[in-house]
């Protein structure tokens, strides 16, 4: 029970089950106290306005072994519900495949109800942004991981038409917090329209997404600015951003929530306006208007509303829509009260999605996975009284903030998912609809459960409370609620109504209930503690209540849980000897596996007898989670038993860490998310009042008959603390104990009654009620009366305490210590001043009374609390800590055992306080005799003055044993002291005590002129306690020396544990043995690998001389492979072997010896061959070729690292663990770059294929620097081998972090040794100079005078900064202070950029120790008002310049005199070797040919060259042999200690307002040359490159196919108007060809250029644009953008908008090779597999050739609308001014007019023309027939009109 820590346990493994121990599962656990919120707060739970797992407050009384004691008594808020600063970091890097054409897109990032937009980027569909946005919150984690995350990308339109939607994604931040390092990084996002169901994915965003808590680093994988996406054109598909194991193909799914009843909701409408209608209207009905709100996803939906009643029928389903598998977890169920002013919330549940389905084993086939489903069953909801205050405090309990105080109803409800077909699916907003009402018994059989609580005892009341009657009240949701839990009236439905349903009138008769104790006015013996006066009658509890029998839900859970804890304990176990030197872990870790077995088995067997004889009334999820625990837990057994087959001492750890695992596992399956019984709740009622609580749940103290399934605490007695209710329970208010209860409970049916008889503590009378229990009408017993009774005498033996919290303003306490038993209470002394108080008292309580048998009362003792309090002068005591304890007890008739003094972790609310050393008897003597053989009261030390009587010592034999130590101790320097009482410290002094005797250091005669101490070593002999666990704390105090004798404390720091300064010297003996153990084991493993002793271990390569043993077709890069020979026979010792590879620098080949011409012509050879592969010539590199060939390698070796863990070179890994290399972080280096050498060879074809290896292969011979991804000091210990640096305090410790913070006074720099003295005789060891021991073990440091150093401060960049403006940029500049120099860079800020270059070397001249501490700031420049600080690192640059890892200036990889690498150090590294030697007293360095030999040890050059071995030997000069044997230095023996390469640190900056969360990072290094040695060189220029300018001239020559828009106007004929559109830059920089009028065909001629002049950056490729961002910018801001080139073809429009036809978009690194003609250009060339040739427009600089253009339709399938023929030249800015040429066709250089047909011009300028082409043309013929037959058709008319008239005159003969 350990579980405090776990009140709201955000996580799946909710309950973190129980350690054996009483205190371990009544208090809480230390370890897990650092970081409240880490870890375990992956998901929140599934929680009833956040569920209880007050295992915490009650302790189950079994076999306690004598362990620490980790022991808390009242929890106060859990770190999930205590607000806390957090970030949430969201890069927007690009848009890829956005479904649409030429569109303006723009990204709105929503987090909550926050939102920020990226910029618009036009006419594209792939916009580039790179944008970082960062969200501040101050809230409670269990608030934020609801928040949802939303990127939507929309297309930005005018001011009067709004946005339109082109497609979003949502998660929540959950979800984003429970990947590994919070963060997706560089992951797509696949766009959906929630509105177009049917369309499929709108496209891809590529981003970050981090959350920072305070505390977290951001770790990104370290970035090359080249994205490895861009270069590999790498597919979206690939590289989803999905938490793992969810598909990248997610469908829509419908998320059913239906909401069927509620019952037992409070009766009293508590809003104003009610009572006022009241009063008005005399209207006195009272219930609530329920209505249900479903959130999830960011939608919500809402039930209709029920008038006035507390048992609504709903029968309503809410549906959402939503991809599945959702990426948003919780759904958030709230009844509500619904009112006119405001509506308030009835009760909150959480039901997390991932404990209601399960995605099942892919890999398996008979999978046992599930979609979401729940219930239907009842969820109960908890939160504040129901008493119905207009002005509730508790208010925020009812919407699920902090751990509900009553029980507020319940609600049946079911979810379902149901996978929809795309077609048939609504869009995502939320339905709600009527549904049919379910047969609640068809899901449960009611059943009648008793609740059966006797109190033996209430002790530990405040006194507040004492002055009125006091009582206690049982409840199980409203059953036993007697104050405000049901009111008289039936419901009107005529439904069975269960016990503890809302209104049905549940008469308090005694049939039912007896749910309190008779008031009492509490008494006191002391007047500090009150307690009621039970005596021999203790009074009983019971409630009857009807519920659904789902017990088996909770039975499962036991089971499990009990198979956790035992896990638990036994790991708990492992760890403790793992920490013992001697322990023997491998043997206990095997016991705890098969432990594992057994209990996984027995589950089995229990849940497969069930499974057989299972009846109906189970819920889809209950039979799911039966087959999941037993498959789940099956796997365990079986995972378990290969475990301990694989334990041995080497791989120890691993296993150990496998099996925590597990245990993670087995927590995640306790909790069953469908609740079975509501919590019980035990009230302190005072006065009317409820005072204080204690919440448990039902699922601790069910009965079954088979005993694995019982809860822990049925039928045993245990210790309850109650608590204040809500918020009151935090902080100091809840530090306090409301009342101890020592209880009986017991819950199960009623016609299991008569189990509970047997559990209660024996010693009473049997009352009529007990002797027949076993009749169905009889009820449990009203109050137990005991006859027996035992007395006791309580021996307090209180040692000494340590670490204890603060309370006084001198940051110190004066503590005394309370013990109390019972009715009884007893103080120690106070000791005064002081931490770590050691009182050595023994307190003897008499007539310590016990109620019950002998023998139970052994098995189980009562409880001792134990606090500590700070004596105040002025006012009450303040409090300190507090512990449990169990005493040993010996009664009358057995014999007497001393007991030993144990540690007791000490709790003040969640806090840890510190440590007691304590033990605690409970003797029962002879009648008649006092001691028998009990250790005899000693001698008293002294009187009090008063009644307090003698002070009693510690008893001799229970009080440890001394022994002779010597304590020796380096007074270095004091630093940063603050001044206190208004007054600098000027002459402060030093004082370590120990056990009562002090050192103290000289006193500084003027801590500002030089805060060094003159006589820095001191030490003193004293007596200290044998057992390290027993060794009391060291204090280190400063004192400020002020004149008249005055003495003022300045801090004080408290040393624990000693286990860091203790030493213990290894003796000849002792090396013998190890070395005859470690060759034993050589000896098996070489006959373990190849069947035949193996005789040389060859190390791995360590990676010394730049290059990369990676790199594929690398060329000789300086690379040194050195192997180790190890003999069977120590005393035979081998060289050891270096590899040099030949480097084309200039120090390389320095020193000739006799070479011949052949060799000179081969080794000429062989580097013309590797300039052939370099396109940068030596002269043209600078410094920041060294920096991105560096960033390559890393991102190489991370590469190789990720496939080197995917195929899983586990027995690689395993064999390195038994070399025995010399040092562990050297082993670790190297085993790192062996995974390397394993990569198969088909990894390194595919590398060999791969684009990235052309581009590589020439900077495998550049010098490379080591990047470190956090600070120099994580590396390397923090440079503390000698010099520690402790913080003084001063002032009381609040527990709030900030002001905690503000404590630190100043700092004190020293350290200590503690060893046994005398010191053996044949000792083999040197103090860490490489000295003799016996004449102290400081000796030989170098001297602490004042220095003078030259510091350089080389800063590169910055990345991730936090914005400061209201644009989301910042304007960073750097200011670096070195002690009271200040250089600031403020005229060369950086305008609106978040990750700015700055390659600035700042030099200062400074004096150690005054100006040892180096702050870099980054502040942000402010046109008005004061810069602001973004952040800022502090390093300790002291530290560094005295440290045996040389940090001052790192060792190049290589030496060279000039160039790029040239080597920066005054010292050569032969000097540096020299120097070394001389100063670690060793002899040497002896140069020889191609070898170097350093006292006993030989290192020897072998060369790479397999034709001639012996070549290598005479190229390599002295200097490089020497920076060979200095990069291994770490294996000279003795003074041997890993040097600092040549680095480049990577270090969070911080601001002090929001301490803890990381602003950004800056990457830089520092050099440091003392001003008495040669002075360095030139800083190294750093400088940002500049970009290169470039001209880029395209002519666009014809295009062809080109689809045709248009209609003729006058034959309706296909046609278009084409032309091309180009640009480089961006849509602002666009050039046009003209217009290629009504072409037919699709074919269009132009014959014109565009001219693109830009910059461009070379190493990073990309293009540097300057430009204002708007009218209102003060200057031009600098943004990067990749070299891509877009053309477009158009159709064009005179009275409408242009017609977009189709593009292209060139990547001008990377683009496919042009087609040669136009019938072989097809999408085809498009492909990015590999298959098609690419084309480096910088290499190349010229390609002509035929390109596609193309469209995406709606299946994102590309079609073809289109070809260019395009010439693209590069020119530099040079050349271009040498060859000028002309836009579109003008001068210079012109282009000729194209060849277009006659048909290409416009109809309305020549008509006749017009007519004559395209009319006649295209329609002689019908024109021709169409004038015949006009002609015919006159002809005929006239004819026959003509014809009558005609006729008539002939007729007529007229």
């Known amino acids: 029970m350990k579980a405090v820590r776990s009140l709201v346990r955000l996580g799946r493994q909710r309950s973190r089950g129980g350690s054996g121990d009483e205190e371990e599962k009544i208090l809480k656990d230390a370890d897990h106290n650092d970081h409240p919120i880490r870890g375990d707060m992956s998901r929140p739970p599934s929680a009833c306005s956040t569920i209880s797992d007050n295992e915490t407050t009650c302790s189950l009384s079994t076999n306690v072994k004598a362990k620490r004691y980790k022991s808390e008594t009242v929890n106060s808020t859990p770190a999930e519900l205590k607000a806390q600063d957090f970030q949430v970091c969201i890069t927007i890097i690009e848009a890829r495949q956005l479904a649409g054409l030429n569109m303006d897109p723009v990204v709105c990032v929503q987090v909550g109800d926050q939102k920020k937009y990226t910029s618009v980027k036009e006419s594209t569909n792939c916009p580039y942004y790179n944008e970082y946005f960062v969200f501040d919150f101050h809230m409670a984690p269990a608030m934020l991981f609801d928040k949802i995350i939303t990127l939507t990308?929309?297309?930005?339109?005018?001011?009067?038409?709004?946005?339109?939607?082109?497609?979003?994604?949502?998660?929540?931040?959950a979800t984003v917090w429970s990947q590994p390092e919070h963060q997706f990084y560089h992951k797509w996002a696949l766009l959906t329209d929630p509105d177009d169901i049917t369309g499929g994915?709108?496209?891809?965003?590529?981003?970050?997404?981090?959350?920072?808590?305070?505390?977290?680093?951001?770790?990104?994988?370290?970035?090359?600015?080249k994205d490895e996406d861009d270069i590999e054109g790498a597919d979206p598909e690939g590289n989803l951003l999905l938490p793992d194991g969810v598909p990248a193909e997610r469908q829509r799914a419908k998320f059913i929530v239906r909401v069927y009843r509620a019952d037992g909701l409070p009766k009293i409408n508590s809003s104003l306006m009610a009572n006022v209608k009241k009063a008005f209207t005399g209207d006195s009905r009272d219930y609530v208007d329920p209505y249900v709100q479903v959130s999830f996803a960011g939608l919500s939906g809402r039930t209709s509303v029920k008038k006035n009643t507390a048992c609504p029928t709903w029968n309503e389903q809410i549906i959402f829509t939503e991809m599945f598998p959702p990426l948003c977890q919780r759904v958030k169920i709230q009844v509500r009260d619904n009112d006119a002013v405001n509506d308030t919330v009835v009760g909150t549940h959480f039901l997390d999605l991932t404990t209601v389905s399960n995605d099942g084993d892919k890999g398996s086939p008979e999978s046992y996975g599930y979609l979401p489903t729940f219930g239907p069953a009842y969820v109960f909801l908890y939160g504040s009284t129901r008493d119905g205050a207009v002005m509730d405090e508790h208010a925020s309990l009812n919407a699920g903030l902090g751990e509900g105080i009553a029980y507020r109803g319940r609600i049946?409800?079911?979810?379902?998912?149901?996978?929809?077909?795309?077609?048939?699916?609504?869009?995502?907003?939320?339905?709600?609809?009527?549904?049919?009402?379910?047969?609640?018994?068809?899901?449960?059989?009611?059943?009648?459960?008793?609740?059966?609580?006797?109190?033996?005892?209430?002790?530990?009341?405040?006194?507040?409370?004492?002055?009125?009657?006091?009582?206690?009240?049982?409840s199980i949701g409203n059953a036993g609620n007697s104050l405000d839990g049901c009111s008289t009236t039936r419901p009107s439905s005529d439904e069975e109504s269960d016990g503890d349903s809302g209104p049905e009138s549940v008469i308090a008769e005694t049939s039912m209930w007896q749910s309190t104790t008779p008031p009492a006015k509490p008494m006191t013996n002391d007047k500090v503690y009150y307690f009621l006066p039970f005596w021999d009658d203790k009074p009983c509890l019971y409630v009857r209540s009807f519920f659904q029998d789902h017990r088996r839900r909770l039975y499962n859970s036991n089971v499990i849980n009990a198979i956790a804890a035992k896990l638990e304990e036994g790991l708990s176990e492992v760890l403790s000897l793992l920490e013992e030197e001697d322990g023997s872990p491998e043997r206990r870790l095997k016991e705890v596996m098969e432990e594992l077995m057994t209990g996984c088995g027995h589950y089995l067997s229990l849940a497969r007898a069930y499974t057989s004889n299972a009846s109906g009334a189970r819920t889809k999820l209950d039979k799911e989670r039966m087959r999941l625990c037993q498959k789940e837990i099956d796997h365990l057994g079986s995972s378990a038993r290969h475990t301990k087959a694989l334990v041995t001492r080497h791989s120890l750890r691993e296993r150990y860490k496998t099996a925590h695992s597990y245990l993670v596992k087995l927590r995640g399956l306790i909790e069953d998310p469908q609740h079975s019984l509501p919590d019980v709740f035990l009230w302190m009622i005072s006065g009317g009042k409820r005072v204080a609580y204690q919440r448990l749940p039902a699922r601790c103290l069910l009965y079954s008959p088979v005993d694995e399934e019982r809860g822990k605490h049925c039928g045993v007695t245990q210790t309850v603390f109650l608590k204040l209710p809500g918020r009151k329970s935090s902080g100091p208010g809840g530090w306090s104990i409301q009342a101890k209860l020592n209880v009986y409970m017991w819950l199960g049916l009623m016609k299991h009654k008569k189990n509970l008889v047997p559990g209660i503590p024996k010693g009473y009378e049997l009352s009529y009620e007990i002797r027949n229990i076993e009749r169905s009408l009889t009820l449990p017993p009203v109050s137990l009366h005991y006859t027996q009774k035992q007395t006791f005498q309580l021996r307090a033996h209180m040692y000494q305490a340590r670490s204890l919290i603060a309370s006084d303003n001198s940051g110190l306490s004066d503590p005394f210590a309370r013990v109390i038993i019972g009715e009884h209470c007893r103080i120690t002394q106070v000791i005064d001043e002081t931490l770590s108080p050691t009182w050595d008292e023994m307190l003897v309580l008499d007539d310590i009374l016990v109620y019950g048998t002998k023998e139970e009362i052994k098995e189980e003792p009562p409880m001792v609390v134990i606090e500590i309090f700070d004596q105040d002068n002025v006012g009450k005591s303040e409090f300190i800590g507090r512990t449990l304890a169990r005493p040993h007890v010996k009664l009358r008739e057995e014999l007497y055992e001393r007991p030993h003094l144990e540690w007791h972790d000490l709790f003040r609310?969640?806090?840890?306080?510190?440590?007691?050393?304590?033990?605690?008897?409970?003797?029962?003597?002879?009648?008649?005799?006092?001691?028998?053989?009990?250790?005899?009261v000693p001698q008293a030390k002294e009187h009090h003055g008063g009644d307090a009587g003698p002070i009693l010592p510690v008893p001799r034999g229970i009080r440890p044993t001394l022994a002779k130590y010597r304590l020796e101790v380096l007074f270095w320097g004091l630093r940063d002291l603050k001044r206190i009482h208004l007054l600098t410290v000027d002459r402060p002094r030093v004082d370590v005590e120990v056990a009562g005797h002090i050192i103290q250091s000289a006193v500084l005669i003027s801590a500002r002129k030089n805060p060094n101490f003159t006589n820095p070593v001191k030490y003193i002999d004293l007596e200290l306690p044998e057992q390290e666990l027993y060794c009391p704390p060291i204090t280190i105090r400063v004192v400020d020396c002020r004149s008249f004798g005055r003495f003022t404390l300045v801090g004080t720091h408290i040393i624990s544990s000693l286990h860091r300064y203790m030493w213990t010297p290894v003796t000849k003996r002792d090396r013998e043995a190890t070395l005859r153990n470690s060759l034993a084991q050589q000896l098996q493993l070489g006959m373990e690998d190849n069947g035949v002793p193996n005789n040389t271990n060859s190390l791995v390569p360590n990676n010394v001389h730049g290059g990369h043993v990676g790199i594929p077709g690398g060329g000789g890069g300086g690379r040194v492979i050195y192997r180790k020979e190890t003999e069977r026979s120590p005393l035979l010792q081998k060289d050891t072997i270096i590899t040099i590879d030949y480097v084309g620098g200039s120090g390389a080949v320095s020193k000739l010896v006799a070479v011949t011409k052949k060799e000179k012509s081969e080794a000429n050879k062989r580097r013309k061959q590797s300039l052939d592969f370099e396109e940068e010539d030596e002269e043209n590199r600078d410094w920041w070729t060294k920096y991105f060939a560096s960033l390559e390698a890393v991102a190489l070796q991370q590469q190789e690292d990720r496939n080197a863990r995917e195929r899983g070179d586990n027995a690689e890994g395993e064999q390195n663990q038994h070399q025995d290399g010399q040092k562990g972080d050297q082993n670790q280096d190297r085993k790192k770059h062996n995974t390397f050498k394993a990569t198969s060879t088909a990894a390194k074809l595919a590398a060999r294929l791969s684009p990235k290896t052309q581009r590589r292969k020439h900077k495998a011979n550049i010098a490379v620097v080591k990047v470190i991804p956090g600070e120099l000091e994580t590396e390397f210990g923090g440079f503390r081998e000698w010099l520690h640096t402790f913080e003084l305090y001063r002032g009381k410790k609040t527990g709030d972090e900030l002001e905690d913070e503000g404590r630190v006074v100043?700092?004190?720099?020293?350290?200590?040794?503690?060893?046994?003295?005398?010191?053996?005789?044949?000792?083999d060891d040197t103090t860490i100079t490489g000295g003799d021991p016996q004449y102290g073990f400081f000796q030989g440091l170098p001297s602490n005078d004042p220095i003078h150093v030259l510091v350089r401060v080389y800063v590169v960049r910055a990345c991730d900064l936090h914005p400061m403006d209201l644009n989301g940029k910042a304007d960073p500049y750097i200011v670096v202070q070195l002690g009271g120099k200040k250089v600031s860079d403020k005229e060369n800020y950086i305008s609106k950029q978040l990750n700015p270059v700055f390659g600035k070397c700042f030099e200062v001249e400074a004096t150690f120790p005054q100006d040892s501490m180096l702050t870099v700031q980054v502040l942000d420049w402010d046109l008005v008002g004061s810069d602001d600080m973004i952040g800022e690192t502090k390093l300790d640059l002291e530290n560094r310049f005295y440290s045996r890892h040389r940090a001052t200036c790192g060792l190049a990889n290589r030496y060279e005199t000039s160039g790029y690498n040239q080597w920066r150090d005054p010292m050569k590294p032969t000097q540096i070797l020299a120097r070394l030697c001389k100063e670690g007293r060793l002899d040497g360095p002896h140069y020889g040919p191609g070898k170097v030999r350093i006292a006993s040890k030989t290192f020897t050059v072998q060369s790479d060259d397999e034709h001639d071995p012996n070549r290598g030997r005479f190229l390599v000069s002295e200097e490089q042999l020497a920076l060979a044997v200095l990069h291994r230095w770490e294996e000279v023996p003795r003074v041997g200690a890993r040097l600092v390469p040549e680095h480049i640190e990577t270090r969070p900056i911080y601001n002090p307002d929001k301490p803890g969360i990381e602003q950004g990072k800056v990457e830089m290094w520092v050099d440091m040359f003392p001003m008495d040695m040669p002075l360095p060189g030139p800083p190294l220029d750093v400088t940002p490159r500049k970009?290169?300018?470039y001209e880029l001239r395209i002519v666009i020559w014809n295009t062809d196919d080109v689809v045709l828009e248009d209609d003729a106007f006058f034959t309706g004929e296909k046609m278009s108007d084409i032309y091309v559109k180009g640009w480089l830059k961006g849509p602002e920089d666009t050039q046009c060809t003209d217009i290629h009028y009504r072409s037919l065909t699709g074919e269009g001629n132009f014959n014109w250029r565009f001219v693109f002049p830009f910059e461009y950056l070379v190493a990073e490729e990309k293009i540097v644009i300057s430009r204002k961002e708007s009218l209102f910018s003060w200057d031009e801001t600098e943004c990067k953008i990749p070299a891509r080139l877009e053309l477009q073809v158009w159709d064009a429009d005179h009275f409408s908008a242009d017609d977009f036809l189709g593009a292209i978009t060139l990547d001008l690194n990377r683009f496919p090779r042009g087609a040669k003609n136009s019938k072989m250009c097809t999408l085809n060339m498009l492909?990015?597999?590999?298959?098609?040739?690419?084309?480096?427009?910088?290499?190349?600089?010229?390609?002509?050739?035929?390109?596609?253009?193309?469209i995406k339709k709606e299946n994102e399938e590309m079609e073809l609308t289109g070809k260019v023929e395009a010439e693209i030249h590069l020119l530099t800015k040079d050349e271009a001014e040498k060859i000028p040429a002309g836009l579109g066709r003008s001068e210079p250089d012109p282009l000729e007019k194209p060849n277009r047909p006659d048909a290409s011009f416009m109809w309305f300028l020549n008509p006749l023309k017009s007519i004559r082409y395209i009319i006649w043309h295209n329609y002689k013929w019908a024109i021709i027939k169409l004038l015949v037959f006009f002609a015919l058709t006159i002809f005929f008319v006239l004819f026959f009109y003509s014809v009558p008239g005609f006729t008539v005159k002939k007729i007529l003969g007229a």
């Open 1306 to 1323: 100043g700092k004190f720099k020293g350290s200590l040794k503690l060893y046994r003295w005398p010191l053996p005789k044949d000792i």
């Open 153 to 173: 990308v929309l297309q930005s339109r005018n001011i009067l038409r709004s946005n339109k939607v082109l497609g979003s994604f949502k998660l929540d931040v």
């Open 909 to 936: 609310g969640t806090d840890h306080a510190g440590e007691l050393l304590a033990t605690f008897e409970l003797l029962q003597f002879q009648d008649g005799e006092e001691g028998g053989d009990v250790v005899p």
């Open 412 to 474: 049946l409800l079911s979810v379902r998912c149901q996978i929809s077909d795309q077609l048939d699916v609504a869009p995502s907003e939320v339905a709600v609809e009527n549904i049919l009402s379910i047969q609640e018994s068809n899901y449960g059989k009611s059943e009648e459960f008793l609740l059966f609580v006797s109190v033996l005892e209430a002790t530990m009341i405040e006194k507040r409370v004492s002055d009125k009657p006091v009582s206690f009240e049982l």
């Open 1727 to 1750: 492909k990015t597999d590999g298959t098609v040739p690419m084309v480096n427009i910088f290499k190349q600089r010229r390609v002509k050739g035929w390109w596609p253009f193309y």
């Open 1587 to 1589: 970009p290169k300018s």
């Open 201 to 225: 994915p709108k496209g891809y965003l590529k981003c970050d997404i981090c959350v920072v808590g305070k505390g977290d680093a951001i770790k990104a994988p370290l970035r090359n600015d």
